[in-house]
């Protein structure tokens, strides 16, 4: 026993004294970064990692939902977990709260940090043809753009980060007018170079069009009219006119004729991997917001929409004496099937009469259930959204008659009358204009997380008038803190652990 303990005490000691080099080995299954950054092939799968990004739960395969659709006037939540409905009406005590709070937060910072990497290793790569090294660099430009965009919407005072970091790195805390900034010079960048459109297994990548949609969006959210005209004019007079327009409203929404003619950016969702979400190689690259959002007994009903949405739908017919057909493609609502005839999910009616649930992307149209393998890409930015947007701008810039036209191009795909012959008190008087502007984006795009974006931009939450009128439609927002609310606490493990950081106002 002496013995063999003395023989334990020697390789120990042994251990301890030896080059702290040779226990610092490389795992033969991992390629270091110095072994990774050097083909084309490497350059590629870097940008790939980013899309893959996509595809974690705290970004679009489930929880930025609730921040976006949930948390704006036209969702709510009655989960029977409270602290999850909590954080879609405004009521935060753990700022640490994982699936309210850090997860999306981190995923965002984690994608961003993978866009870092291509754009500092791929420009030190040979490649045979440069201007596929070029294109890929406009891709990440691109997307970290993107996630910096969204970071903006939810949080404001996001810290910005453009270098690889390492793990004792504190990035200092940013304001939303930097963040913004941010945005604009990655997209401004990247609309440079990316294409027109892609072909063959490229389609889906983002476009010329995709970064200039989103650089006016960003623009629209500063008030930033002019600069934000001159993005969209691309769609609208530019070189982009010849590769959008209007599809069938229900089209855009399935599984069948994705990335069509009205697509300007959208998430290509498959359900090719049944497995574990994560960020593995194998895992599920599908979303299962409709899961999510799925009336009871058919899915969790986390999530559900204002009935106020059905209310609107109903108050306009189409020139035929119908009801809106975008109310059959938007929401499960009590009279759907006395109105269209459809069932929920092959199911007639057999929830609460005054409620609504989220129709888009769902999967009824198919099948009588739904689960974590949802397939249907999830359209960021289609060409109808451009065009109200355009519609808004023009209106911004006193040029409200010239307005006219790109709303009712919406109207007229689903047989509603012009705007001027059904609301003719509104004339030329640009406060009347944006008022009905509002309800014309919730009926086009309900459900399709742009509302957020909408009702802070619209300042419509920046003074205590503008939020009583929302409660009126969602009384979640009587929870609502003004200068408070219009944005989401920084995880408190994030401000607790660097120093350079401070801690959203009011929280």
Same mark, same amino acid.
């Given at each position: 026993?002496?013995?063999?303990?003395?023989?334990?005490?020697?390789?120990?000691?042994?251990?301890?004294?030896?080059?702290?080099?040779?226990?610092?080995?490389?795992?033969?299954?991992?390629?270091?970064?110095?072994?990774?950054?050097?083909?084309?092939?490497?350059?590629?799968?870097?940008?790939?990692?980013?899309?893959?990004?996509?595809?974690?739960?705290?970004?679009?395969?489930?929880?930025?939902? %609730?921040?976006?659709?949930?948390?704006?006037?036209?969702?709510?939540?009655?989960?029977?977990?409270?602290?999850?409905?909590?954080?879609?009406?405004?009521?935060?005590?753990?700022?640490?709260?994982?699936?309210?709070?850090?997860?999306?937060?981190?995923?965002?910072?984690?994608?961003?940090?993978?866009?870092?990497?291509?754009?500092?290793?791929?420009?030190?790569?040979?490649?045979?043809?440069?201007?596929?090294?070029?294109?890929?660099?406009?891709?990440?430009?691109?997307?970290?753009?993107?996630?910096?965009?969204?970071?903006?919407?939810?949080?404001?005072? %996001?810290?910005?980060?453009?270098?690889?970091?390492?793990?004792?790195?504190?990035?200092?805390?940013?304001?939303?007018?930097?963040?913004?900034?941010?945005?604009?010079?990655?997209?401004?960048?990247?609309?440079?170079?990316?294409?027109?459109?892609?072909?063959?297994?490229?389609?889906?990548?983002?476009?010329?069009?995709?970064?200039?949609?989103?650089?006016?969006?960003?623009?629209?959210?500063?008030?930033?009219?002019?600069?934000?005209?001159?993005?969209?004019?691309?769609?609208?007079?530019?070189?982009?006119?010849?590769?959008?327009?209007?599809?069938?409203?229900?089209?855009? %929404?399935?599984?069948?004729?994705?990335?069509?003619?009205?697509?300007?950016?959208?998430?290509?969702?498959?359900?090719?991997?049944?497995?574990?979400?994560?960020?593995?190689?194998?895992?599920?690259?599908?979303?299962?917001?409709?899961?999510?959002?799925?009336?009871?007994?058919?899915?969790?009903?986390?999530?559900?929409?204002?009935?106020?949405?059905?209310?609107?739908?109903?108050?306009?017919?189409?020139?035929?004496?119908?009801?809106?057909?975008?109310?059959?493609?938007?929401?499960?609502?009590?009279?759907?099937?006395?109105?269209?005839?459809?069932?929920?999910?092959?199911?007639?009616?057999?929830?609460?009469?005054?409620?609504?649930? %989220?129709?888009?992307?769902?999967?009824?149209?198919?099948?009588?259930?739904?689960?974590?393998?949802?397939?249907?890409?999830?359209?960021?930015?289609?060409?109808?959204?451009?065009?109200?947007?355009?519609?808004?701008?023009?209106?911004?810039?006193?040029?409200?008659?010239?307005?006219?036209?790109?709303?009712?191009?919406?109207?007229?795909?689903?047989?509603?009358?012009?705007?001027?012959?059904?609301?003719?008190?509104?004339?030329?008087?640009?406060?009347?204009?944006?008022?009905?502007?509002?309800?014309?984006?919730?009926?086009?795009?309900?459900?399709?997380?742009?509302?957020?974006?909408?009702?802070?931009?619209?300042?419509?939450?920046?003074?205590?008038?503008?939020?009583?009128?929302?409660?009126?439609?969602?009384?979640?927002?009587?929870?609502?803190?003004?200068?408070?609310?219009?944005?989401?606490?920084?995880?408190?493990?994030?401000?607790?652990?660097?120093?350079?950081?401070?801690?959203?106002?009011?929280?």
């Amino acid at each position: 026993m002496k013995n063999s303990i003395f023989i334990l005490f020697i390789t120990v000691s042994s251990l301890i004294s030896c080059d702290k080099s040779l226990l610092d080995q490389d795992n033969p299954n991992t390629l270091t970064e110095e072994q990774f950054w050097i083909t084309e092939s490497d350059a590629q799968r870097g940008v790939n990692a980013i899309y893959h990004m996509f595809y974690q739960p705290g970004n679009w395969s489930r929880w930025i939902y %609730f921040r976006l659709d949930l948390t704006s006037d036209e969702g709510f939540s009655k989960s029977p977990w409270i602290e999850l409905a909590d954080w879609t009406r405004f009521q935060y005590v753990n700022y640490n709260f994982f699936e309210g709070n850090v997860i999306t937060y981190k995923d965002t910072y984690k994608a961003i940090f993978r866009c870092n990497q291509v754009l500092t290793h791929v420009p030190t790569i040979e490649f045979a043809d440069e201007h596929k090294k070029t294109q890929l660099l406009a891709e990440a430009k691109f997307l970290r753009g993107f996630y910096y965009y969204y970071a903006a919407l939810l949080w404001e005072n %996001f810290p910005i980060v453009t270098t690889l970091q390492s793990p004792t790195d504190m990035p200092e805390a940013s304001t939303l007018a930097e963040v913004w900034a941010q945005v604009e010079a990655d997209l401004s960048e990247a609309a440079q170079s990316l294409p027109m459109q892609w072909t063959g297994n490229d389609i889906g990548r983002p476009t010329k069009g995709s970064a200039l949609a989103l650089l006016g969006k960003t623009y629209m959210q500063q008030h930033k009219w002019n600069e934000a005209k001159s993005a969209l004019d691309y769609f609208i007079t530019g070189e982009g006119v010849p590769y959008y327009d209007l599809v069938d409203y229900k089209d855009n %929404f399935r599984a069948e004729n994705e990335n069509n003619k009205e697509s300007v950016f959208e998430i290509q969702f498959s359900d090719a991997n049944k497995t574990a979400e994560g960020d593995i190689p194998s895992s599920t690259m599908s979303t299962n917001r409709a899961q999510f959002f799925a009336p009871r007994s058919i899915g969790w009903s986390d999530g559900q929409a204002r009935y106020w949405l059905v209310t609107e739908f109903k108050k306009e017919k189409t020139v035929n004496g119908e009801i809106d057909p975008r109310l059959r493609y938007s929401l499960f609502y009590p009279d759907l099937e006395a109105d269209f005839g459809d069932k929920v999910y092959g199911r007639s009616w057999e929830w609460n009469a005054d409620e609504a649930w %989220f129709r888009k992307y769902a999967r009824d149209y198919k099948q009588n259930h739904d689960d974590y393998f949802n397939e249907v890409n999830n359209r960021i930015i289609r060409f109808a959204d451009i065009l109200l947007l355009y519609a808004e701008v023009l209106n911004e810039l006193d040029q409200t008659a010239s307005a006219y036209p790109y709303v009712d191009r919406v109207r007229t795909r689903v047989n509603l009358a012009p705007l001027a012959t059904t609301h003719p008190t509104i004339g030329n008087d640009k406060d009347r204009f944006r008022e009905r502007l509002k309800m014309e984006r919730a009926l086009e795009l309900c459900g399709e997380s742009v509302r957020w974006a909408d009702l802070k931009r619209w300042g419509d939450l920046e003074t205590q008038a503008g939020i009583d009128r929302v409660a009126q439609r969602d009384p979640d927002f009587n929870n609502f803190v003004l200068d408070k609310s219009i944005r989401l606490p920084l995880p408190e493990v994030e401000v607790a652990n660097n120093p350079n950081l401070t801690q959203n106002p009011h929280y």
